[in-house]
């Protein structure tokens, strides 16, 4: 029998309708894997039939398998260039990618063949803010809510891009809207409170930071399942032993330990549960508490009666702007690592600062918060000598670092938070951009500088030169989105000021 012969059979035993229904009931069963082979299957028979490349596309989407969802969404569009439902999931698996260029092309499409689809607006005003294009963003999603006032993930993307112009008020009212109309959906009361924070709204905004544990990228990361209650911050736990859980960041841990010396203080027994390269240095709070690694089992962790997650305490000590714990220096310097770094540094007449001016790749907000070295040039070319505080460099500034016979690379002995605090005790100051790094010389009480985007993180507050968390610290913040250059004006200015240089 031909070949064919063979393929008509098969097609008249699979009509496409039969196709499509047992395609739909693997997706109801959430059977992605098994949707996309079928779909595959269909695509055998009815190789022309775009709908069937569409629906394997958002069967791999739904796997999170973007560049398999990407490849059929344009084998799609190749066989039916209008087709409006292709373009926007296009759009959204690019955007997943980080591909925002092309994820704003494919949307725009969309739009150009729906035009009077409220979410599609939506969808563009959010890959506008990925793009940090916020004025676009603002039209697009005011947009989507003209058309339709019930699309809250419109409201959403406005917020997002008022929030981007640090006009927070705004951005409080699109988010307050978008919690009454789903209440039920945590991203928009978790958002409100980065928002509330900012402003220094701490009473509001704590509470509702509680909400982040409900969100996809909390829900992605799950924490231990203890065997202890939670503590509600209202029990009384004096004399009990509370096992204080870390999150997010390093600059995170060092910033919110301080919380476990108020707790001791009040009679409670605390474990202080962190990453190991913080132990020996988060030790040196006080001495009767217990600093374990995090990176064990809930079973071999010390015993106790009750946990907490770190972040958490603000809200249970209410704390606000002006009753922050804000001890000028509560973590020490081991004094055998210090006189360590004074017998390894070169006696010199000249300052003596440490900088750091980028962070990890990883971090969400990296692209706002680091800058290249040659940004530094008018601060590097002062009579001052420099300590690069930072363990990661990228190969873009290490081909630079020689321009700079005064900038000091000690990388290779930076090996613990330990070695970085014997370092610092031995300089005049500290410049750096948001990251551990700044909490870590703040947290020791040495002068810092750090220098802040223009949309900074919440715990920086806003309009402010100081910081309530650290008296040590004066902030340094651009004037406008990506507007480095006023920044290290002002630096420059100040370090001649400081050191007549």
Known sequence: MSHTAVSLIATSRRTREALLRQGAALMQANQFDEAAHWYGLAIDDFPDDAHFYYCKGVAHHQERQFLKAIDCYCA??????????????????????QMFDDAFLSISAAIALRPNKAISHARQAQVLVQQERFELAIQAATQAIKLDGTTTTAYM???????????????????????????????????????LLLAGNFEEGWKHYEKRFQTK????????????????????ITGKTLLICPEQGLGDQIQFARYAVLLQQRGVQVVLSVEPCLIQLLSSMHPDIQVVSSHQTVNSLPAHDFYITMMSLPRIFQTLVGSIPATPNYLK??????????????????????????????????????????????????????HILQTEIRPYDEARLKQWPHLHDWRSQLSSFNETAGLVDQLDLV????????????????????????????????????????????????????????????????LKNKFNV
């Open 431 to 494: 410049i750096s951009v948001d990251t551990s790094v700044a909490h870590l010389t703040s947290a020791l009480g040495k002068p810092t500088w750090v220098m802040l985007p223009f949309a900074p993180d919440f715990r920086w507050l806003l309009d402010r030169p100081d910081s309530p968390w650290y008296p040590s610290i004066t902030l340094f913040r651009q004037p406008e989105a990506k507007a480095w250059v006023p920044v290290i004006t002002d630096i420059t200015h100040s």
């Open 76 to 97: 799609a569009l190749q066989i039916k260039i209008d087709y409006a439902d292709a373009f926007e999931n296009l759009s959204d698996a690019q955007a997943e990618m």
């Open 333 to 386: 310097v081991d004094s055998n690592i210090s006189q360590q770094w004074r017998q390894r540094m070169t006696p010199t007449y000249r300052p003596k600062v440490g900088i750091s001016w980028s962070g990890s790749t990883t971090h969400i907000n990296d692209h706002n918060r680091s800058m290249t070295i040659d940004m530094l040039a008018p601060v590097l070319s002062l009579g001052i000598d420099f």
């Open 157 to 195: 993307a406005r917020s997002n891009a008022y929030r981007g112009l640090a006009q927070l008020d705004e951005s409080i009212a699109d988010l307050r809207i978008a919690m009454k109309l789903k209440p039920e959906n945590p991203e928009y009361e978790y958002n409100l409170s980065f928002d």
């Open 217 to 236: 990228n909390f829900i992605n990361n799950p924490t231990l399942p203890m065997h202890r209650p939670i503590w509600d911050g209202v029990q009384d």
